[in-house]
């Protein structure tokens, strides 16, 4: 019969994590190899508890060894083995996930132990650690005892990030704390309960049912029975995360893991706080004894020696009591004085340790080694500065973690330098526990000056850590983001950047790059090495190996595209070199030097934060960074565009959604911010559209919410008042379209008043008889706030009115749509009518105008493509081929021209003509995005995808006849195709919920889809194809020859410097604050912050209470002790009533009735 746990053990194994395979190579086992004989037992037992048949036989054998031996020594006594019990731990019957668990030698290397916790297991680092010492065995622990440890130590774990280490087993106060981290892991959330790690590290020897847990492979996960659970045991708690099982090759002896777990403390204390140890403090680590026995004095000086603070609870009973009783006593004892110095020095020792003698025999009145027991004290007593006493019972739990702060600064000043801030660590300890309440009320209080030395390395700890109410708190509290922020430290920023996540593998992938040569060791490296080795390598190879402000523009760059120039530039050198090489080979040699960039000041502070946390999906700093910014509601847009270029790039599932949902919010904000400053003053929220912003690249709102795809910012009242305003040019907004076709059709009716314009603010001034007195560029100019250097020259009233009609964008759309239609039906015609054999019969003369409309119609396209724009040739190819109907236009060309060149021949006449009705219908497919501008209209348009499939199941319905031969064939292609589109654009009524769907967001997608096909019809010339040549002429004459610059492409970008520029800006800032103290009112009026409230209140009014009862508690104490004064007084007066040695003056003094 197979064993049933080498069997389970082949199993897990095969599931077994990767480090099962090394650890029982580096983690030993202690077994007792010497036979010490234990007087006690009759020669059965071992003193390290093991019988005598357990043994190995060559020590059993030798007897003069075990006479000669009297003392068992673990380091002597016992041998390492490889060990054969770690992995994972699964309780039976607790529906509770897997504990991890480690046999391990008592000498192992703390180091080795908490790589392999923080690293493999996956345990978080702390931000402190309370190790819990004593109340072991199975004493009963205190009522108040219970409370402080599950009031006060488990919450202040949960808001600071602690471990907290007991012995894990269930017995005494490793049962309470596992207890009071089960039930706040039940009310807290998933986040809080993260933070809290409940450590066990227990002797070997001494958990019961320890043969389950072995299996030399690992186990993944082993079966541990607990048996009656309702009693104290030497089990191991269900309630904790992970296990430490020290073995010294004892068995049932407690006390065999006190030196390792004092060493894996101090070895914890020297480790840095936060992410890879970027924080600013070394791990906190606070001992807290409670009851204890009198060997526990050993394990409270061994700590002291290695300056750990402690914390005693007074009242808790045994060493606890008997080391509050000293400090508190002999503290405040007086100290007998002497006429000799030396005398006084000799006689105050020996007088303190009579004194400590005299309580150690009182408290430990069965211990027989009082001597040691006195040094011990003694030796603790000169480190009292580091022992803080709780008396719990009379403070309660509920300001546990203030006093873990206190404890922790107290010990933390007694170490520091004169030189240091006194409040220094407590503002350290506070940013490492996240814990902005107690600095707000302990430290930014009013009664502090702080410099800005002091809170420089907290800031940081603040921003690496993600710690955005701390970043709040110095910026509030002294502390200059100008003089904080330079360039290399913005550098050390992204160098911070946790590893695994998208960023980190975007700026890594860009520093492989710009090394070139050095790329494939780096790039293998950086696949197998560890985050410390990796480190350690980029600290080796230097600066150039660094991440740079290069590599984070290459990222931005990535995400952001065309919107924008690139950004840092400037500060690189690199604002002129459009070369991707150049500027590679620049910055190279920029990095090997000095680097002087490093020591400026960063331009733009805020800005480069908000992007830094953006680009980290940080939800609350980026947020706190875009209110701190200008230039809010391109901020919020510029977030936007990043966070979903950011999580098109993103695998996990969980951060793509949160992606999502930050950049909605952010377009959301810029939506609402924008919607404050339209409803305050119309012309300078138009001018906040189109001014070019030198923070963000040169990049206009308008541009950057379309590069975010931001529908709901481009759906907002304001931005699509400025499109119309743009749209109908000089003329009102309100003028009807019958007068404008009429007005077409006739020019001349543009000079008379069927028409009406819009009239300049200078006109207007002239005629009110009101100077100027803002100058160029104030808000209330004619075209949105732009200057009077690009208004056009003055021109006669019969030229001036004539530009104003026919350059309005309307006009140039109504030209395009008209002459389009006469192109439609012109191909119609050729392909129906007029198409003539090839050569020399054919073509006709209405098929070269066909061939000339097309090529101005190329023209056209060459123009917005390679003659519009300041961008690089290939940004501007880029551009074009991204927009769907460009692409649409291309085909219709390439098409044209295939059938153009099949059509010349007799052998494919017939496969051209065909081409040519296939293009036909391409062309026609235009008018889908000539009636997008439609109000009406163009919503329904945005459904024709829902319609095309049910009309091309129509169209492919094989019962349908076709008419035989070649010359019907063609024109049922083209009387299908012109059906088709009839039903497209004007019959789409299907009634499914997928048309409920889009039409309900439809009229959203349309205003956003408007704004390309306006500034498309902004850019054109007035003359539409085949007129449109002569436009092309003269602006070839015009920009080519005579150099004159456009007006019209101030219409969408607006540069502002100087007052202006200032004074936009201070009016959007002043809208941002405005919008920000409503929402903030909107948040507090809520139902959710009105319970918030409520709760501190109710909390509040406990405490109260709890503080009466203490009164009411001491009150009865007076009383009786009135009481019994008073009877005393009684006594006195009668004894000295009845005697006869002298006479009263008077009677005694009777008690007054008293009514209550």
């Given amino acids: 019969m197979e064993n049933p746990d080498q069997f389970q053990g082949e199993k897990q194994s095969i599931g077994a994590p990767l480090f099962a395979s090394w650890i029982p190579k580096i983690i030993k086992k202690r077994v007792c190899t010497t036979f010490v004989e234990d007087s006690f037992s009759n020669g059965a ?15 059993l054998g030798d007897y003069f060894s075990t006479a ?13 083995y490889p060990t054969d019990a770690f992995g994972e731990l699964q309780f039976a019957g607790a529906s509770k996930r897997h504990s991890y668990f480690l046999r391990l030698s008592w000498d192992t290397p703390p180091s080795m132990v908490y790589t392999l916790m923080t690293a493999h297991w996956g345990l978080p680092a702390p931000n402190l650690v309370v190790s819990v010492v004593g109340g072991e065995g199975r004493s009963k622990v205190k009522t108040w005892v219970r409370e402080v440890l599950r009031q006060g130590l488990v919450k202040a774990s949960q808001s ?14 490793g049962r309470c704390v596992g207890e009071a981290v089960r039930d706040h892991a039940t009310a807290a959330s998933s986040v809080s309960l993260s933070k809290v790690v409940a450590l066990g590290i227990a002797p070997w020897g001494l958990v019961h049912n320890r043969q389950q847990l072995v299996n030399p492979q690992g186990s993944f996960p082993a079966k541990y029975y607990v048996q009656n659970t309702s009693r104290d045991s030497c089990c191991l708690d269900n309630n904790y995360q992970a296990f430490l099982l020290v073995d010294d090759g004892s068995v049932g002896r407690r006390g065999g893991e006190t030196g390792f777990r004092a060493k894996l403390e101090d070895y914890i204390s020297h480790q840095r706080t936060g992410i890879w140890g970027s924080g600013s403090i070394d791990i906190p680590v606070l001992c807290m004894l409670i009851s204890g026995e009198a060997s526990m004095l050993e394990r409270v000086d061994l700590s002291l020696k290695n300056s750990m603070p402690w914390l005693v609870l007074a009242g808790s009973g045994g060493v ?288 480069s934060l908000f992007i830094w946390a953006v680009l980290q999906n940080r939800s609350d700093m980026a947020t706190f960074f875009w209110e701190m910014a200008g230039e809010s509601v391109l901020s919020a847009l510029s977030g936007c565009k990043i966070l979903r270029e950011l999580s098109k790039l993103e695998i996990e599932t969980e951060t793509k959604l949160s992606m999502k949902e930050l950049a909605q919010r952010f377009e959301n904000l810029a939506h609402d911010v924008f919607s404050s400053c339209y409803r305050s003053n119309e ?28 529908r709901l910012f481009f759906s907002n009242d304001g931005v699509q008042s400025l499109l119309s305003q743009i749209w109908w040019g000089d003329m009102k907004r309100n003028t009807e379209v019958w007068r404008l076709i009429l007005t077409f059709f006739c020019p001349i009716l543009c000079y008379t008043n069927l028409i009406s314009f819009r009239k300049h603010d200078d006109q207007q001034q002239e005629e009110e008889g009101k100077p100027n007195e803002d100058g160029p560029g104030r808000d209330s100019d004619s075209l949105y706030g732009i200057p009077q250097t690009h208004r056009p020259p003055k021109r006669p009233f019969i030229v001036s009115r004539w530009r104003q009609f026919w350059f309005a964008p309307v006009t140039s759309f109504l030209g395009n749509v008209l002459m389009y239609f006469l192109f439609l039906l012109l191909f119609a015609y050729v392909l129906l009518v007029d198409f003539k054999p090839p050569p020399p019969e054919g073509p006709a003369i209405t098929e070269y105008v066909l061939y000339f409309w097309v090529f101005t119609i190329v023209c056209e396209e060459i123009r917005e493509t390679f003659f519009l724009g300041t961008m690089t040739l290939r940004q501007r190819i ?62 329904k348009i945005i459904i024709v995808g829902v319609g095309h499939a049910l009309h091309r199941q129509r169209d492919t319905d094989p019962g349908r006849r076709r008419v035989k031969g070649k010359e019907s064939s063609v024109h049922q292609c083209v009387f299908d195709m012109l059906i088709s589109t009839h039903h497209h654009l004007f019959c789409l009524c299907p009634s499914s919920y997928t048309f409920s769907e889009v039409q309900a967001n439809s009229d959203i997608y349309w205003k956003f889809q408007r704004y390309n096909l306006i500034v498309q019809y902004h850019s054109r010339p007035s003359l539409a194809p085949p007129f449109i040549i002569l436009s092309h002429i003269n602006l070839f004459i015009k920009r080519t020859i005579r150099k004159v610059p456009s007006i019209k492409i101030h219409h969408f970008v607006l540069e502002l410097k100087g007052k202006a520029a200032n004074r936009l800006m201070t009016w959007e800032t002043i809208q941002k604050e405005d919008f920000l103290t409503a929402q903030t009112k909107i948040q507090k009026s809520s139902d959710s912050e009105r319970l918030k409230r ?56 009777t008690l007054r009735g008293t009514s209550l």
């Avoid at 068992?72 to 006594?77: F, I, K, L, R, T």
């Avoid at 000043?413 to 302990?442: G, M």
């Avoid at 390439?894 to 293009?919: A, K, N, P, Q, T």
Wanted: with cysteine.
């Fill in 45 to 59: 037992l071992c003193q390290c508890g093991g019988a005598r048949d357990t043994h190995d036989s060559v020590a």
């Fill in 68 to 80: 000669i031996v009297n003392h068992w020594d673990s380091a002597q006594h016992s041998s390492e």
């Fill in 160 to 173: 600071t990030g602690a471990w907290i280490l007991t012995a894990g087993l269930r017995e005494g106060v």
């Fill in 320 to 607: 606890a009591d008997f080391l509050s009783d000293i400090l508190e006593n002999l503290s405040s004892a007086p100290t007998p004085q002497s006429s000799g110095e030396g005398d006084g020095e000799a006689g105050a020792s020996m007088d303190l340790k009579d004194r400590v003698a005299e309580r150690v025999k009182k408290h430990f009145p069965s211990e027989a080694e009082t001597d040691k027991l006195v040094e011990r004290t003694l030796t603790i007593y000169q480190n009292r500065d580091l022992i803080t006493i709780y008396h719990g019972e009379q403070e309660g739990p509920d300001d546990f973690d203030t006093v873990l702060l206190k404890t922790l600064v107290g010990a933390s000043k007694h170490r520091a330098s004169v030189d240091a801030s006194p409040y220094n660590e407590e503002l350290k300890l506070a940013v490492t526990w996240n814990r902005v309440d107690i600095a707000k009320s302990e430290l930014f209080n009013g009664d502090i000056q702080w410099r800005y030395e002091d809170l420089e390395d907290s800031m940081t700890d603040a921003l690496i850590n993600d710690k955005p109410e701390f970043v709040r708190l110095f910026t509030e509290n002294g502390l200059n983001i100008l003089d904080y922020l330079t360039y290399g430290r913005l550098e050390s920023l992204y160098r911070s950047v946790a590893d695994g996540t998208l960023l980190y593998h975007l700026l890594q992938r860009h520093l492989v790059e710009r090394l070139g040569t050095t790329a494939p060791a780096y790039a293998q490296s950086n696949q197998q090495g560890s985050p410390s080795k990796l480190s350690a390598e980029k600290m080796q190879n230097g600066p150039v190996t660094e991440i740079s402000l290069f590599e984070v523009s290459r990222v931005l760059e990535l995400l952001m595209g065309d919107v924008c120039q690139p950004f840092y530039f400037d500060a690189l050198g690199l604002e002129n070199i459009s070369s991707k090489r150049r500027a590679l080979r620049r910055v190279s040699k920029l990095l090997r030097g000095d680097c002087p960039y490093r020591e400026r000041r960063c331009l733009y502070p805020w800005a």
């Fill in 683 to 710: 012309s300078r929220s138009f001018t906040l559209l189109i001014r070019q912003s030198p923070v963000w690249g040169g990049t206009t709102c308008l541009q950057m919410g379309m590069g975010a795809d931001a």
């Fill in 878 to 939: 880029r551009v074009y081929i991204q927009d769907v109907w460009n692409k649409c236009d291309i085909t219709a060309i390439i098409l044209f021209i295939i059938g153009l060149i099949c059509r010349m021949f007799h052998w494919s006449y017939e496969f051209g003509r065909d081409i040519l009705c296939v293009d036909y219908m391409v062309f026609t497919l235009r008018l889908i995005h000539i009636f997008a501008i439609h109000k009406q209209l163009g919503p």
């Fill in 1094 to 1149: 409520m709760s501190v209140k109710v909390d509040g009014v406990l405490k109260h209470l709890t503080e009466s009862r203490d009164f009411d508690h001491r009150l009865r104490a007076l009383e009786n002790e009135m009481e019994y004064c008073s009877n005393a007084l009684s006594w006195i007066v009668d004894t000295l009533a009845q005697g006869s040695t002298f006479k009263p003056p008077r009677p005694p003094p």
